[in-house]
């Protein structure tokens, strides 16, 4: 049995874990990621956590085959270089090279939402598919397609931006700087700011018995007013999961996956979410349900998907056919 | 030197030809379809057609390693069986093997707009390229996905429908059902829809000059109409611009390809086209264009882009790292 270390770099706190060929994770731990350091600060804490979860696992060094790193931003995977990432201002680092001089073990960096999407692959949801996509619902909407059991990343990793291809021309403002992006209306922040226009506009509705305030608004306030009856929430609710399906759609149209994932807060809502949205998809479906119908499913590793799919990245990376 | 032949069944022409390892066409020749003829009728033309070229390029049978389809509809590739074709009426019919019991010669079927796609990446505008998205303006839009030089489909070949992914939910009315899909907006039948509604709305305008009629109006008459200074039809050429623009950008935030090849009757338009269309696309790329820029040029093949890439096809499916 061969081992891998898989590390999810995150704004607040690094993840790590070793991980088997079954997807098993061995140990886990998680450290702050203290984002305002030198990068070579945060690469030397993540080698030191890697060295110290292999001795913590019981292994030795040598029965570690590679350590594979899921890091947001835009990544030259070739090079092991963040070639851009926002939250940590970072711009053309050298991590991968950075930890893999602290480590001594071959070091592969991806996008973190690639990395789960490759995780729910390899041990998650999406285990019974070779070919799948995660669509995460969170601040943004995130993502990353896997194609007969590896990830697709495009030409210079530079593809996979789900969240940023346009359901709604000259809609809503995206933070990409384009109108309309199905991040701009399938995220929780797109959740937020619909239930806060409909709670503006409804001063009556039960929306605001869930949400005193429209600051204390998240992305569960119209889920759960709708399920009181609230006819605003349901519009509400209808109407994003209108937006969700657009957006699912046209992925499954254009990837014809074995299967959706979906991920991220919202999805907590299960198949009070699930459900009608499988519905309307499917109705969306280029040439219907029979021939080749797309399964659409639930996250199912929750915060180890990043690691666990940065360790099978890696192990992908070493061993082309693994 | 291996050869290999190609065919493109169209509604209205079966297309076929012989074709080298170079992409170089040897002989090439089309007989009518008559699609309101039984499958096998047409699949005996199919391969006694193929038969006659080997002959005439001065080849020997021995000297085919494969012959590959291009055929609209919904394609089993796996089978060789035409799940479903509109213009044909046919539902799951098996082309491949009838064409191969004819042959003689293993025989591979795919989609024509998938064969299209391939036939540019491997000899023609994205020869240069591993990457590349053929994107084609008739009718509808169609088009092609090729990764790493090799087609991607989907499950069960299902998948690349580029024309059916919306970027105007709640748009105009699409052919397969959806409302506002790309090719609803970005087709030559969209084009000509959009230059009759503004010819409506403005009578003095020169798009009148250019088409007498409503009747007579196609996919060049607002371009010469706007090129001669029309205010109304350079507006709308530049709208049509901005729809291509959306579509395209969407497909570039997916797959960055290193190209995106545009095809198509619009496309005869060049550079009238494709200068104010790669301006607007770029701007709209995640990221921008410093890392990972996409090209957008014009289709080269023509009509032999089908037959070359069914030959391809088909080389590529008898040996797997061709």
């Given at each position: 049995m061969a081992y891998f270390a898989g590390i999810d770099l995150g704004g607040t706190f690094i993840k790590c874990g070793i991980v088997d060929e079954t997807g098993t994770v061995l140990v886990k731990d998680k450290i702050p990621t203290g984002s305002t350091r030198p990068y070579a600060e945060i690469a030397e804490d993540m080698g030191k956590l890697v060295l110290d979860l292999i001795v913590r696992a019981g292994?030795?060094?040598?029965?570690?085959k590679a350590v594979g790193i899921g890091s947001p931003g835009t990544i030259d995977s070739q090079e092991g270089v963040i070639v851009y990432n926002n939250n940590l201002h970072?711009?053309?680092?050298p991590l991968g090279p950075a930890v893999q001089a602290i480590v001594g073990l071959p070091v592969f960096v991806t996008n973190d939402a690639n990395a789960a999407a490759l995780g729910e692959n390899f041990a998650g949801a999406a285990k019974a598919y070779d070919a799948s996509i995660l669509v995460t619902l969170g601040t943004g909407v995130g993502g990353g397609i896997v194609i007969d059991r590896a990830l697709f990343e495009g030409n210079r990793s530079a593809?996979?931006?789900?969240?940023?291809?346009?359901?709604?021309?000259?809609?809503e403002k995206c933070t990409c700087g384009r109108q309309g992006c199905f991040e701009a209306y399938a995220s929780a922040t797109a959740l937020i700011r619909q239930t806060k226009r409909a709670m503006e506009k409804n001063r009556d509705s039960l929306l605001w018995e869930v949400s005193p305030t429209l600051e204390a608004v998240d992305g569960k306030t119209a889920f759960a007013a709708a399920s009181r009856g609230d006819r605003i929430a349901q519009k509400v609710v209808e109407r994003y999961i209108d937006y969700l399906a657009e957006g699912l759609a046209n992925m499954a149209n254009i990837f014809r996956p074995q299967a959706i994932v979906l991920g991220g807060?919202?999805?907590?809502e299960g198949e009070a979410l699930l459900a009608p949205l499988r519905k309307r998809m499917d109705r969306l479906l280029y040439g219907g349900t029979d021939y080749a119908p797309v399964a659409l499913i639930a996250a199912r590793l929750g915060n180890d998907a990043g690691l666990v799919g940065a360790a099978r990245y890696a192990w992908q990376k070493t061993e082309p056919n693994a």
């Amino acid at each position: 049995m061969a081992y891998f270390a898989g590390i999810d770099l995150g704004g607040t706190f690094i993840k790590c874990g070793i991980v088997d060929e079954t997807g098993t994770v061995l140990v886990k731990d998680k450290i702050p990621t203290g984002s305002t350091r030198p990068y070579a600060e945060i690469a030397e804490d993540m080698g030191k956590l890697v060295l110290d979860l292999i001795v913590r696992a019981g292994l030795d060094r040598a029965q570690i085959k590679a350590v594979g790193i899921g890091s947001p931003g835009t990544i030259d995977s070739q090079e092991g270089v963040i070639v851009y990432n926002n939250n940590l201002h970072w711009r053309n680092v050298p991590l991968g090279p950075a930890v893999q001089a602290i480590v001594g073990l071959p070091v592969f960096v991806t996008n973190d939402a690639n990395a789960a999407a490759l995780g729910e692959n390899f041990a998650g949801a999406a285990k019974a598919y070779d070919a799948s996509i995660l669509v995460t619902l969170g601040t943004g909407v995130g993502g990353g397609i896997v194609i007969d059991r590896a990830l697709f990343e495009g030409n210079r990793s530079a593809g996979a931006e789900i969240g940023h291809t346009v359901i709604r021309m000259g809609g809503e403002k995206c933070t990409c700087g384009r109108q309309g992006c199905f991040e701009a209306y399938a995220s929780a922040t797109a959740l937020i700011r619909q239930t806060k226009r409909a709670m503006e506009k409804n001063r009556d509705s039960l929306l605001w018995e869930v949400s005193p305030t429209l600051e204390a608004v998240d992305g569960k306030t119209a889920f759960a007013a709708a399920s009181r009856g609230d006819r605003i929430a349901q519009k509400v609710v209808e109407r994003y999961i209108d937006y969700l399906a657009e957006g699912l759609a046209n992925m499954a149209n254009i990837f014809r996956p074995q299967a959706i994932v979906l991920g991220g807060g919202v999805c907590a809502e299960g198949e009070a979410l699930l459900a009608p949205l499988r519905k309307r998809m499917d109705r969306l479906l280029y040439g219907g349900t029979d021939y080749a119908p797309v399964a659409l499913i639930a996250a199912r590793l929750g915060n180890d998907a990043g690691l666990v799919g940065a360790a099978r990245y890696a192990w992908q990376k070493t061993e082309p056919n693994a």
